[in-house]
């Protein structure tokens, strides 16, 4: 049974840091993509990063560029995300999923696997 677990959320001011991580459990995640979503109240989910099998290559959202950082430890079957200069437009529940293969898709339906999901809260 694949298990993913989301922490690290919180609330921070606007200009702050805050890195949340994802624990796998019940599958090496080795051998696929992770990435991670993030779903704002009343919004879809929507792409945030995205990390090769290896760690080798990363994309990231237009909205998030230059300000997140995703990475993995695959010793550690876990994935993180490094968020800094935070603005209030990324409050939003943030989630880590699995993909279904290595590909590094950047829709939800390319992830069949998810973290119950971490809430970010920036205040201006």
């Known amino acids: 049974q694949v298990q993913l677990v989301d922490s690290g959320g919180g609330s921070v001011q606007a200009g702050g840091s805050l890195s949340i991580s994802c624990a796998a459990s019940g599958r090496t995640i080795s051998s696929y993509a992770m990435g991670w979503f993030r779903q704002a109240p009343g919004k879809e989910r929507e792409f945030v990063a995205t990390?090769?099998?290896?760690?080798?290559?990363?994309y990231y959202a237009d909205s998030v560029k230059r300000r997140f950082t995703i990475s993995r430890d695959n010793a550690k079957n876990a994935v993180y995300l490094q968020m800094s200069s935070l603005k209030p437009e990324d409050t939003a529940v943030y989630y880590c999923?699995?993909?279904?293969?290595?590909?590094?898709?950047?829709?939800?339906?390319?992830?069949?696997?998810w973290g119950q999901g971490t809430q970010v809260t920036v205040s201006s």
């Open positions: 990390i090769s099998d290896n760690g080798g290559v990363a």
């Open positions: 999923a699995i993909s279904r293969g290595n590909g590094t898709g950047r829709t939800p339906y390319d992830y069949n696997y």
